[in-house]
């Protein structure tokens, strides 16, 4: 166990005493509404690229493919990552470009959750180089035997806050330019730098969802028994996601936390719903995904929010090493709910499940499956949640499931 995790709850953070209010300060207003801006901005920039890129060219720009420079080393975790890939992604449809899954180097500390994952080990669980017509090594030996020539394009930052020039066919050096320029199918463009979309690209979304999909089935066919090994399938698995393992441990971050008054408010609406839908709470089980000392969590109030109603909550907290199922089991849930944090953009995009979306940051469009708006009160629009819990169950047979799991057991 790390030292770190060690430390008395008494020097950790604490939200004792403080009341739980959604309302936010002017600081916090200020900041909110430039985030609304920039998700305008966001949209509009997705509206300008595409519309720029194939009214001047009809023939759709290029035939070759695109992937990131080797050895490119970006900063934050597995939900950064996901960000730069959907990103690629997005250039790739947008340029008609083949994309080529290239392994990121990340900086990170592998203490915390959704990071200190091997590589190897991540891209079998996302399955991202499946189904490739020319992998990595292909592209390699392609470039080594000059079979394939190599066009460098250098971007960095996040995408939305790039001018409009950036992304515009005419302008010198910008992707769609170089494309254009050289459109030939044996062409491999290469992306330097960390460049990242705030939000997510609808055909990014399926695409991972495609790939994840059949690297679980893959999986399901070769490994027994079943890999969820932490989820009753006789219940609704609800995945809470809580970021906390780096912002516990780092001073000056603590004020990202969010209060557990939100996700109270919110599982407790969640369990009216599911109510609603005839599921009543003895079925429905709680699972929350963090990091940190499990007598923190205790002590403010996680482990006791549903005492009473007959739903189940456990912790999964404290193991580094169990990231990566971690992942699996978040994504794969009936219902997700995120948190404040890039890793739950990341299963959120995996998942076909129900995704409650946090309600802070950018609110992300419907560019999930199922998902569901949510508010900082911890409250939802109760019939557009109800629709998404039918939806869910009637795509991926839960309550089907459930009762074949009850007939078995007994």
Request: glycine content about 8%; aromatic content about 10%; overall charge positive.
């Amino acid at each position: 166990m790390v030292p770190s995790l060690l430390l008395s709850t008494l020097s950790l953070p604490t939200f004792r005493g403080i009341p739980f209010s959604p309302k936010p300060t002017k600081e916090r207003k200020k900041k909110n509404d430039k985030l609304t801006n920039l998700e305008t901005r966001v949209n509009k920039m997705k509206h300008f690229f595409n519309v720029q890129v194939h009214e001047q060219n009809q023939s759709l720009l290029g035939s070759g493919y695109i992937r990131f420079a080797p050895a490119t080393s970006c900063g934050g975790g597995l939900g950064m990552m996901l960000s730069y890939v959907r990103t690629l992604l997005f250039f790739s449809f947008a340029t008609n470009l083949t994309y080529v899954h290239s392994p990121l180097t990340l900086k990170f500390d592998s203490r915390f959750l959704s990071k200190g994952v091997e590589h190897g080990a991540m891209d079998a669980l996302l399955g991202f180089s499946w189904g490739e017509r020319c992998g990595k090594q292909c592209i390699d030996d392609g470039l080594n035997q000059g079979n394939l020539r190599r066009v460098v394009y250098r971007q960095k930052g996040l995408l939305e806050q790039q001018p409009r020039h950036v992304f515009s066919p005419e302008t010198r050096g910008s992707l769609p330019g170089l494309v254009m320029a050289n459109p030939e199918p044996d062409v491999v463009f290469e992306v330097e730098g960390c460049v990242s979309m705030g939000t997510v690209s609808k055909r990014a979304q399926r695409w991972m969802l495609q790939h994840f999909k059949a690297a679980c089935e893959r999986r399901a066919a070769a490994v027994a028994p079943a890999p969820l090994l932490r989820f009753d399938e006789r219940c609704w698995n609800v995945a809470v996601h809580y970021r906390a393992g780096d912002l516990l441990f780092s001073p000056g971050m603590s004020y990202r936390l969010l209060h557990p008054g939100y996700y109270n408010a919110t599982l407790h609406n969640l369990l009216g719903a599911l109510d609603e839908y005839g599921v009543p709470a003895k079925y429905v089980c709680v699972h929350i995904f963090s990091q940190g000392p499990t007598q923190w969590f205790r002590r403010e109030g996680f482990l006791n929010m549903l005492d009473g109603t007959g739903a189940s909550t456990t912790l999964w907290a404290g193991n580094p090493n169990s990231t990566v199922d971690d992942i699996l089991h978040l994504a794969r849930s009936d219902v997700l709910v995120m948190g404040r944090s890039t890793m739950s953009v990341a299963v959120a995009t995996l998942s076909s499940g129900v995704v409650i979306l946090n309600g802070w940051d950018i609110k992300y469009p419907h560019e999930f499956i199922h998902a569901v708006p949510w508010r900082r009160d911890g409250s939802g629009k109760r019939d557009e949640l109800l629709h998404q819990l039918k939806a869910a169950d009637h795509a991926n047979g839960i309550q089907q499931r459930r009762r074949r799991a009850s007939e078995q057991k007994v």
